[in-house]
């Protein structure tokens, strides 16, 4: 078989089920997020308008306005409650991930998926995975008719030289991944911060709305709505989650990192492990990720020494 170069192999096309479970996650987050924005922000606006719609001259129309928003805000718990789009999140991000595992061990040649296996036989065992891992939410998917398992530039890369499939899985898939998790822990940190201050803020706000009411007739309650305005951010960083999120993500990242030094001098006869140990320090994360939200790994992926082979 012609092997061809390191150079050649420049990127690799994941199966079409790994991108219909990327596109339904994201939808189902975007949906899950404007909804339960959507429910805060009204019962928000509501609990404003009450406190001061017998105060101003002619505010009977803020009655009107506290009913509307009410009725948004229960719209929006119905949504989320019978379309439930947070499945929708959870579990095309845990196909998502589960695919890109598998289809990377099997265009590298780690395990399962080791060269020893012969092409008919390791493709065969990806399918096997990969239906095990769509038992859970393949309701949720829109597949495309791009190849669902087994992409050319997958198979292009199953066959190149041991120096080619080490340089492409330490550039295009440990690299790239520490990257994205670096990246996303700093943003991730940066909102947490951000939302403790301004907690803080609104909480210091709520204390002098209070005190300025002891020495005062006032018939709005201030401290009230500031209190509103803290309950409702609490919400909205407890559904972001952005310290758990950070702490979730540097680890990955050190993870990766460790793993990036172990790759690059591993001998041939050990890489098929070393990628099976790289990929798990991936999926850590995505499994503390799904726990965090009451779902479950997906089967299909198995865990150190539980490989075929």
């Known amino acids: 078989m012609n092997q061809p170069s390191k150079k050649e192999v420049r990127s690799i096309d994941l199966p079409g089920v790994h991108d219909a479970a990327d596109e339904a996650s994201a939808t189902g987050q975007t949906t899950y997020l404007v909804l339960s924005a959507s429910r805060l922000i009204s019962l ?37 409650i019978t379309v439930q789009p947070e499945r929708s999140w959870y579990a095309g991000r845990a196909i998502a991930e589960s695919t890109k595992t598998l289809a990377w061990r099997y265009a590298v040649g780690g395990q399962p998926f080791p060269l020893t296996l012969q092409e008919a036989q390791a493709e065969s065992l990806l399918r096997s995975r990969i239906s095990q891992v769509l038992d859970k939410g393949k309701d949720r998917l829109d597949l495309s008719s791009k190849p669902l398992v087994v992409t050319p530039s997958m198979k292009q890369l199953r066959a190149s030289a041991f120096e080619a499939r080490r340089d492409a899985y330490l550039e295009l898939r440990t690299r790239d991944q520490r990257k994205w998790y670096s ?90 492990q070393a990628v099976a140990d790289a990929e798990e320090a991936i999926s850590r994360e995505h499994t503390m990720w799904l726990a965090s939200r009451g779902s479950e790994q997906l089967p299909g992926v198995e865990r150190r020494g539980e490989g075929d082979g």
């Open 44 to 80: 928000l606006l509501a609990a404003i308008a009450g406190a001061i719609a017998f105060v101003l001259p002619g505010g009977q129309w803020l009655g009107w306005f506290v009913l509307v928003a009410f009725f948004v805000a229960g719209v929006s718990e119905l949504a989320l």
């Open 183 to 272: 990246d996303k822990a700093k943003s991730n940190a940066a909102w947490a911060t951000t939302g403790r201050y301004a907690l803080l803020a609104g909480e210091f706000g709520a204390v002098v709305a209070a005190a300025l009411a002891l020495q005062a007739d006032r018939l709005v309650d201030f401290a009230g709505i500031v209190a509103a305005l803290v309950a409702s951010g609490a919400a909205w960083l407890a559904i972001k989650q952005h310290s758990q999120l950070t702490s979730a993500y540097r680890v990955a990242a050190i993870e990766l990192a460790l793993q990036e030094e172990v790759l690059a001098a591993v001998a041939e006869e050990k890489w098929p």
